[in-house]
């Protein structure tokens, strides 16, 4: 009797059956639909409503001012604001996909509210002409929408998370279309929205920046609407007719006469199978074969349709018709023997004691498996919990005679309905399917719990389906701040702890940045202090003026990129004093700022130094300065002889003066100073650009080549060069000008403090043999006269001077030295042998 009684309920479309329970009793009162505009969101989402300003209504006891009212499905109220906005006559609002609702008045201006009637800012303008024209008909989809003008123009805004109105092609029209049409970017071959606008016989296809005439004389169309996957169009023609066609008009699907001209209210698919059209008190469902199916109303509905049927909205219930699935046809159609069916049928008869049990289940032993698969498919599908749990039970008492486990697809099914049947209670409101459960996913579902403030139900959930309950934890948090404006930031804390601690790895931080957001900086600081990352916690505590706090914990964390984030903002609020103490007793931070200044802000370093006392830092400093200035026009000419480089150097000489330990620098830099000077008259007086930078001995040496002694002995006596180093240096600069004469007189005028081997070498070097014969038999060690004989090829004289070392080695190389030269071979050949013969080594 029970498959009879739900058997009953079922209308039959040619070979498919149809249902339509009751799935709420409204709970709202005195309500009229007819009255008000309404919007109704997918997915079992919330229902707008607000009173149609395009009619003359008559008010019962009731505000003048028009309201804005947000229920669920079941009629409770969620929200309501007082509509103020301005802009003309209301066109058109809907829900879009992340359930924010919009609303298009006749200017062109987009208002946008949440599911809590918030106004969400900014407003949108679909720009200049929208605004001048007024807007008359918009048609939504998704995330998107399409608007057409009185001047005949279109545009668009393609997804309203980034909302940017666009222009469409002008399709040339004198009149506003009969109906309009949306393919949604996802169906179109170009990716971009194309409208469809029945004008005439014929339908036009406008696209961003084209538009194309279709299915010539298929018309004229008075409404239109695309089926879910976009491949089809159902329309209702002038005279009566329903024509489903595929979008691109090149085939007619089915076609049926509805014996009425008049145009229905509302057209909609019913899942892919059939199409309904809505006339004042009749409902027509029509399938591509069979005879169509009548649903009488007295009241005015509202069709919503969804992935697997249509939600049908009344004054005062809510209904759900849907092609009945499969599974359930083969358990409750009348006359049914299949598996499913028998199986349900032996629990009846278990329960009551029969044993026309055993018989069923006999009879049904080798397709056992499919029957339980068959109770369970169906008792997804049930929206009546006492039937959901009926036949849940018949596939559980299948599953106990079955070989073939379907244990974990019975649990998953369990805990689908268990979730399924909490959001469906008239109080949260969400009559979801499980199809259209499945296609909106768990997680998306929990977000839309969270965003009704149903914080509890949105962790069960999460906890129940392994979800991860941050998000929804995180979102409670944020809405108890805004909320508990009376509740003192310390109780207000340990609230909020008690549940942040429930989820390991929560960014405190973020919940921080919502309570300074709200003006409880206290408590935002309170809860940083419990962000274990450094950085998520360093940028909040520098939002909230934390800087100290931020620097020691930055610090404390050794990343030096999140060091220097905290300095560079500290940098930039605080003055230089306050900015050097903070980091002056931080090591690393402090480290890090010197190598950052020291490449890119020479003054502000200086400046730190100095308030430290550093003034040796500061010291170095200037002399880098001053050498940095290379070739600065002032210092390289001479004048003035006090230049920058000069008046860095001598800064740097007396901050080395200040500090005991730098005496050797504080001496460099006065001598530096001083050779600098020296150098400028030096390229004053002599007309050329030579001398500066230049070491001592290269100004030594390029004063005695110029001929300047004089000069050169003036940074002699300055420096102090001892005589060696300036014997060395004027023996070959005198060498390098080739003036012989200059150098023997030189080496005649006192004993060299360095020998006569310089001169020698000079003079070779600048292959002047002749001239380094006049000093060779002057050098003192027989060594040095041999080797040097040997440079200038006097094998001879070299042999001479060799066989008085006795040196058997220095004959070795000597006689290398002339390998080429047999004659001269054989002197060291026999030099060699005569002191083996007498045991010299």
């Not at 919330?46 to 499905?73: G, H, M, T, W």
């Not at 948090?477 to 310390?490: F, G, Q, R």
């Not at 600069?733 to 020698?760: C, H, N, Q």
């Not at 047999?822 to 030099?831: E, M």
Request: aromatic share 10%.
């Amino acid at each position: 009797m029970a498959a009879v009684s739900v058997a009953a309920e079922w209308q039959l479309l040619y070979n498919r059956f149809y249902r339509k329970p009751e799935i709420y009793a409204m709970q709202w009162k005195h309500m009229d639909l007819n009255r008000n505009k309404v919007a109704c969101a997918p997915f079992g989402g919330p229902i707008a409503i607000i009173r149609d300003d395009s009619k003359i209504v008559q008010l019962y006891a009731e505000s003048a001012l028009r309201k804005l009212r947000i229920f669920n499905c079941a009629g409770v109220q969620l929200s309501e604001t007082v509509w103020k906005n301005p802009g003309g006559r209301l066109v058109g609002m809907a829900w879009t996909d992340d359930q924010t609702l919009v609303c298009v008045v006749q200017d062109g201006t987009v208002y946008r509210y949440n599911i809590h009637a918030e106004l969400q800012e900014p407003n949108i303008s679909m720009g200049k002409e929208c605004f001048e024209q007024n807007v008359v008909e918009c048609v939504f989809w998704g995330n998107g929408m399409v608007c057409i003008t009185e001047g005949y123009q279109i545009f668009c805004i393609p997804d309203f998370n980034n909302p940017k109105p666009c222009k469409l092609a002008e399709p040339g029209i004198e009149e506003l279309p009969l109906s309009m049409a949306v393919i949604e970017p996802q169906y179109t071959m170009s990716g971009n929205v194309e409208v469809l606008l029945a004008v005439n016989d014929n339908v036009l296809l406008v696209e961003e920046e084209s538009f194309q005439q279709l299915g010539d004389g298929v018309g004229p169309l008075q409404k239109m609407v695309l089926s879910r996957n976009g491949k089809l169009l159902a329309s209702f023609t002038h005279d009566g007719r329903l024509l489903v066609i595929s979008t691109d008009f090149s085939k007619i699907i089915f076609e049926y006469n509805c014996e009425s001209a008049l145009p229905p209210e509302q057209i909609a698919w019913c899942g892919m199978d059939s199409v309904l059209l809505y006339w004042d008190d009749m409902l027509l469902m029509v399938g591509p074969y069979g005879d169509p199916v009548r649903y009488l109303y007295d009241e005015p509905i509202i069709l919503i349709p969804e992935c697997d049927g249509v939600r049908i909205l009344t004054n005062t219930n809510m209904e759900f018709l849907q092609r009945v699935p499969d599974s359930t046809v083969s358990i409750f159609k009348i006359g049914s023997t299949l598996p499913a069916a028998l199986l349900y049928d032996a629990l009846d008869h278990f329960d009551r004691h029969s044993a026309k049990a055993d018989e069923n289940l006999r009879l049904i032993r080798s397709s056992l498996p499919e029957a339980v698969k068959a109770c369970i498919d169906a008792a997804g599908h049930e929206f009546d919990v006492s039937r959901q749990r009926t036949l849940l039970r018949a596939a559980s008492y299948g599953q106990a005679f079955c070989s073939n486990d379907q244990r974990d697809r019975f649990q998953e099914i369990c805990k689908v309905l268990r979730v399924l049947n909490a959001v469906r209670y008239y109080e949260i409101g969400i009559p979801l399917s499980i199809q259209q459960y499945k296609l909106l996913t768990p997680s998306v579902l929990v977000g839309r719990l969270i965003n009704a403030y149903r914080h509890l139900l949105a962790l069960r959930i999460s906890e129940y389906l392994d979800l991860n309950p941050e998000v929804v934890i995180m979102h409670w948090a944020c809405a108890k701040i805004t909320a508990s404006l009376a509740i003192h930031d310390a109780a207000l804390l340990e609230i909020l702890l008690d549940k942040l601690k429930l989820c390991k790895g929560i960014s405190y931080a973020a919940v921080a940045a919502h309570a300074d957001k709200n003006g409880r900086r206290k408590l935002a600081a309170m809860l940083v202090e419990h962000e274990p990352r450094s950085s998520k916690k360093v940028p909040l505590l520098l939002s909230i003026g934390e800087e100290d706090t931020a620097l020691s914990k930055a610090s404390d964390s050794g990343d030096t990129d999140l060091v220097y984030l905290v300095l560079f903002h500290i940098w930039q609020k605080k003055a230089p004093l306050e900015f050097f103490s903070m980091i002056q007793a931080r090591p690393l931070a402090r480290d890090l700022f010197i190598t950052y200044a020291r490449c890119y802000k020479h003054e502000f370093l200086k400046d730190f130094f100095l308030s430290t006392g550093q003034l040796q830092d500061v010291a170095f400093l200037l002399w880098k300065e001053s050498w940095e200035l290379t070739k600065n026009p002032m210092a390289s000419k001479g004048t003035p002889l006090h230049g920058p480089r000069i008046k860095l150097i001598e800064k740097a000489q007396s901050l080395f003066a200040e500090t005991k330990e730098h005496i050797f620098e504080s001496k460099a830099a006065e001598e530096h100073a001083k050779l600098l000077r020296i150098q400028h008259e030096l390229e004053v007086t002599t007309k050329q650009a030579i001398f500066v930078d230049s070491s001592i001995s290269d100004t030594i040496r390029t004063c005695i080549v110029l001929g300047n002694n004089r000069a050169a002995m003036k940074v002699k006596t300055e420096f102090k060069v001892s005589e060696k180093r300036w014997y060395w240096l004027k023996v070959f600069a005198l060498a390098t000008i080739k003036d012989w004469d200059a150098l023997e007189k030189f080496s005649k005028e006192k004993r060299p403090p360095i020998g006569y081997r310089p001169f020698v070498e000079a003079c070779i070097d600048a292959d002047e043999k002749a001239e380094a014969l006049k000093y060779i038999p002057k050098l003192t060690d027989p060594r040095e006269r041999a080797e040097s004989y040997a440079r200038i090829g006097m094998a001879k004289e070299a042999a001479d001077a060799a066989s008085q070392t006795k040196d058997s080695e220095l004959l070795g190389r000597l006689k290398l030295t002339f390998a080429q030269n047999t004659a001269a071979s054989s002197i060291f050949d026999t030099l060699r042998d005569r002191l083996t013969f007498q045991g010299v080594s």
